[in-house]
């Protein structure tokens, strides 16, 4: 420890040194990486004298040829290892900026120790079969790592769906004084888009992609839910660590690639861990009162994402109270911070977003389940049919006698019924929704092949099958493409970049991700009018509830409010919208919306209606000013 700690001391003396001349470098107008090189090079030589006669005491013994090659060695190894940290920065953006050469640092700071350590300046030929031991007890931890690193390379461009993007164009308009559920209506809990509020505001101040800096957050909460069950998984063999964290690191973070960074896949990660913890609760083994602490706040974070995944803890909770009866303690680091956290929540809401519960749970309650859907509708997708496998495998498997693994598969179990009734209860059938319940099937799967040890895998071939069937579903479903962006981005093309446009459809893909991407200024309060079917069904007497109407005459009065305050460039609309309920029949969202006399006179006066297509009925402006004074409380959204 007392090296560490000189280590750091000369590194920190080292760093400054270094960064000083890089700055003054940057500032004089140099490059990367003459500026890098310039840094570097001042240092080399505080760095060898100050670590050979301090750090690691061989005051008393002579210089050696030998010595100083193998530290010119390992200094070249290490700045390899910055430059690579470096250029990979600069491949995302990072350009002619600090942030690439710190955290170049890092990596040449670590890379620097460990080869001088056991390398350069070891007293002993012991040293080295030392670094050897530690490398080999923690394989499995360097292979997540190296996963992620892997991962990220692979994945640091991918596309993200529509409601991420939406997640992150909200946390810019919160930044710019936007309030959310008052002048944005989003029908979601506020967490998931305060999450986005950091990134977005370091990125903006650094220069990045918001939604770069999301891609490296997630596979690094992926990894590090995968570290943390191994961490859980210690009385194990490394082998069966490595393939259980590997597991976990492919089904939270890269199977799930169509819908990545949704929601149900962050639930999944703070899930893993915390379900492998309980496991050493019910086995009565010691866990280290940080690493629950840790653990509980990311299971903490995913459980409160939404409502449904309430449950969750509450399962294995009950689970654990069975198991250990009079033995149980309620009262632990990670129930203490799953409580403290939920509480402070909710406060949060009550204090900083008191809308969601006066304004949006109404109308939700009033009109979201239009967006319900039949019971065959949602077990029409591929994750159903891995579902149905690893149950048929479970049950085959249920006769094997135990190896050690059966509390750690139950447990999985638990996790796969809370995530299934939520997807149950939420009652949509969208495939991001399935993610938790297919991830915690596949981990129970897993654990249950590797009960008894690796060398029982070849005689599970049906699970092996079942977990490559897996996979293989989800590389071909690739990245998130938008199916429905052909039809509406030949009309958005004409929009110039920072001007608004309006798309008033029910299904938000027609917009999004394509107004964030072509830099479109959004003037509505809504995301998308994920109430016309609930609407259309009272306009079409199918259901008279009165709540829906007042929410109907609302939801009108706002939008002519939104295209009087920031008119439009072009404004698309839904054909006739037919759903499933209507029987037949079709509900004509351009009718019932000029039926509000401001917008009839609005389009009517400064709009001509253009071909559009047989999804959609485009608008285009006719006139450059507008004769129509705008509303009070007008708001200009960010692009």
């Known amino acids: 420890m007392t090296q560490i700690v000189r280590f750091a001391s000369v590194g920190v003396a080292n760093t400054l040194l270094s960064f000083a001349i890089i700055f003054l470098c940057l500032w004089s107008g140099w490059g990367d990486y003459a500026a890098n090189v310039a840094g570097y090079a001042a240092g080399l030589a505080l760095s060898y004298t100050a670590n050979r006669y301090w750090t690691f005491g061989l005051a008393g013994h002579g210089h050696s040829s030998r010595q100083i090659y193998r530290f010119l060695f390992a200094a070249l190894i290490a700045y390899a290892v910055n430059l690579a940290i470096v250029t990979i920065a600069r491949w995302n953006g990072f350009i002619d900026t600090p942030i690439s050469h710190i955290a170049g640092a890092c990596g040449y700071t670590v890379t620097s120790f460990l080869l001088q350590r056991f390398f350069v300046f070891r007293t002993t030929e012991k040293d080295l079969p030392g670094l050897g031991r530690t490398t080999r007890a923690y394989w499995p931890e360097h292979l997540i790592l190296l996963l992620a690193l892997s991962c990220w390379l692979a994945l640091r461009h991918i596309p993200l769906t529509h409601d991420v993007i939406w997640q992150f164009w909200i946390a810019r308009q919160m930044l710019h004084g936007y309030t959310l559920y008052r002048d944005i209506w989003e029908l979601n809990p506020p967490l998931w888009f305060w999450s986005a509020l950091p990134i977005e505001w370091v990125s903006s101040h650094l220069g990045l992609s918001s939604l770069r800096v999301l891609v490296a957050v997630v596979i690094g909460m992926g990894a590090s839910a995968a570290l943390l069950l191994g961490r859980m998984c210690r009385e194990r063999s490394n082998a069966e660590r490595a393939l259980l964290m590997a597991g976990a690191f492919w089904f939270a973070t890269i199977m799930p690639l169509y819908d990545f960074g949704q929601r149900e896949q962050l639930a999944l990660m703070g899930a893993l861990p915390y379900a492998a913890l309980i496991v050493n609760r019910r086995e009565r083994r010691e866990v280290p009162l940080a690493l629950a602490f840790l653990i509980g706040l990311m299971g903490a974070y995913g459980f409160a994402l ?284 351009r009718r019932w919306l000029m039926a509000d006399p401001e917008i009839s006179s609005l389009i009517d006066g400064y709009y001509a209606e253009g071909k559009g297509n047989r999804f959609l009925e485009v608008y285009r402006r006719t006139q450059r000013k507008i004769a129509i004074p705008p509303p009070d409380n007008c708001l200009s959204p960010a692009s």
């Open 306 to 589: 939404k409502h449904y995944f309430a449950a969750i803890p509450v399962l294995l909770e009950l689970w654990l109270v069975f198991a250990l009866r009079r033995d149980w303690k309620p009262i632990r680091p990670e129930t203490l911070t799953v409580a403290a956290s939920a509480l402070l929540y909710a406060m949060a809401v009550f204090l900083f977003s008191p809308d969601f519960l006066s304004h949006i749970v109404p109308m939700v309650e009033a009109a979201y389940h239009g967006y319900e859907v039949p019971f065959a509708r949602m077990i029409d997708e591929p994750a159903q049919l891995i579902w149905f496998l690893c149950a048929v495998a479970l049950i085959l498997y249920s006769g094997l006698r135990s190896g050690g693994n059966t509390a750690l598969t139950r447990a999985f179990l638990i996790l796969a019924a809370g995530f299934g009734l939520a997807y149950v209860l939420q009652n949509k059938g969208w495939q991001y929704h399935a993610v938790p319940v297919t991830g915690s099937l596949l981990m129970a799967l897993l654990a249950r092949a590797l009960d008894g040890g690796t060398h029982q895998l070849p005689r599970r071939p049906l699970a092996i099958g079942i977990i490559a069937f897996a996979i293989a579903v989800g590389i071909l479903q690739r990245p998130y493409y938008n199916f429905l962006q052909r039809h509406s981005e030949p009309f958005m093309e004409e929009v110039p970049a920072g001007q608004p446009i309006a798309i008033l459809t029910s299904d938000p893909m027609w917009a999004w991700p394509m107004v964030e991407n072509r830099h479109l200024l959004w003037p509505l309060h809504v995301y998308s009018y994920w109430m016309f079917p609930a609407i259309g069904e009272y306009e079409l007497g199918i259901n008279r509830n009165p709540e829906v109407r007042a929410l109907g005459e609302r939801i009108r009065r706002q939008t002519a409010h939104d295209l009087a305050c920031n008119p439009p460039q072009m404004i698309l609309i839904d054909r006739p919208l037919r759903h499933f309920t209507y029987s037949g029949k079709a509900f004509d969202v």
